[in-house]
């Protein structure tokens, strides 16, 4: 990296707006501004919104006001399932069953709800273009299921219902467009992984072998649908809390296998733990949590990892308080932000300093390759990262 560049992660520190212009001014370049790959034909965009499909431009995202814009979503469901497919396309999913899904940049909103979904509780979604999503509603027994759209939520398919009573599914991920794995919580002092090879049109459980006991009041967070994690093709990555100590659990090979470590993140307590995590391949991570309660301290609320999650260092400059949601910002080594229902963060540095930029409330966050970076929570919010 050059000197100016180095000057410019340096003077982050002064301010909201040096933060989000260096952040788009550094992550925006050659790699960034390639085309991503077209997905299927889909229903015509409404007339007037095609610049929700035109490339970022460096010069359009370095400008003074730069940060998160919300856009009206017309729901008041919280949001904790989101998908980011490009700075056009994302779906968001959460409470009372509601599935969202825009194609214009967040300014039409569609409800692409399963029928007869209100009583179920969405909290992870996995989108794999603008067409095909799997979502995740959470709970025990039977409210823990699992269903796939293959015509943008025209119609959907149930194919998991959970039939044991102990289990209570919080999150998945993909490896691919085939093969994905979702997360419960423990069933006879092990957490038990669900697979698909079929790109979530059917699933089966892994036998759990290969899973270390959970710890006592051990459980993971269905809170921003990043309590499972992915990175390449065999990688997965699990955030646990409720505990004496926050874990971080680690699979090469699809969820058959698992490896636990401690996280340096609050624990002690049910309501505290590592919420969420992001790799960016399958060595570099960022971890945040710390303690969802409002009127709860949450110090050291973020960690990172350079092995694959086999170590953790806390950061030395945590954010200010609990978060729930992490995504690194694509084609960039350093830059990642954060969000909370206190507010977000940017880190410019791989995760060991953030800083503050935003104070409104959000769950989860996700970033697509074209630099689409979105944000979601309660009372239907849902907001873009623009100039």
């Keep these: 990296m050059g000197s100016a560049r180095q000057t410019r992660l340096r003077d982050l520190a002064v301010g909201v707006t040096a933060c989000a212009a260096a952040l788009f001014s550094l992550a925006v370049g050659p790699a960034a501004a390639t085309p991503t790959p077209p997905i299927p034909p889909t229903p015509p965009i409404p007339p007037g919104s095609t610049a929700a499909r035109e490339p970022v431009s460096a010069a359009a995202l370095t ?50 709800s399963p029928p007869g979904a209100a009583k179920w509780e969405f909290r992870d979604i996995e989108a794999f273009d603008a067409r095909r999503a799997v979502v995740l509603a ?32 919080d999150c998945l991920t993909f490896f691919d467009r085939r093969h994905g794995i979702a997360l419960s919580d423990p069933v006879d002092g092990r957490y038990r992984v669900l697979s698909t090879g079929d790109g979530g049109r059917s699933w089966h459980v892994l036998p759990s072998d290969g899973m270390p006991p959970a710890q006592q009041g051990e459980a993971a967070f269905a809170a921003s649908g990043q309590c499972l994690v992915s990175a390449g093709s ?11 100590t926050a874990r971080v659990l680690h699979s090469a090979d699809r969820g058959r ?26 060595a570099h991570g960022l971890a945040v949590g710390g303690d969802f309660r409002a009127d709860q301290p949450s110090p050291r609320a973020a960690a990172v990892s350079d092995d694959a999650g086999v170590t953790w260092t806390a950061a030395t400059r945590p954010p200010q308080s609990y978060r ?25 540095d791989g995760g060991r300093t953030w800083h503050a930029f935003d104070t409104g409330s959000y769950d989860t966050v996700d970033c697509a390759p074209d630099l689409g970076c979105w944000a979601a929570g309660e009372h239907g919010r849902i907001a873009r990262l623009e100039p």
């Design 257 to 282: 296998t698992w490896s636990a470590s401690d996280a340096p993140i609050p624990a002690g307590d049910p309501a505290r733990g590592v919420f969420a995590l992001a790799f960016r391949d399958r």
């Design 138 to 169: 959470i709970g025990e027994g039977e409210a823990s299921r699992v269903f796939r759209t293959d015509d943008a939520g025209v119609t959907w398919t149930e194919s998991f219902r959970n039939t044991d009573p102990r289990a209570f599914y």
């Design 324 to 348: 729930s949601g992490v995504a690194w910002l694509p084609h960039s080594h350093r830059l990642a932000l954060a969000v909370g229902s206190s507010g977000s963060d940017l880190t410019v």
């Design 63 to 112: 400008g003074p006001h730069a940060g998160w814009h919300l856009k009206g979503s017309g729901s008041t469901a919280r949001f904790r399932g989101l998908a980011a497919v490009s700075r056009s396309t994302a779906w968001v999913a959460g409470t009372s069953g509601t599935v969202l899904r825009t194609r214009d940049g967040g300014r039409h909103w569609a409800g692409v």
């Design 234 to 244: 065999r990688d997965a990555w699990i955030a646990t809390g409720g505990a004496a």
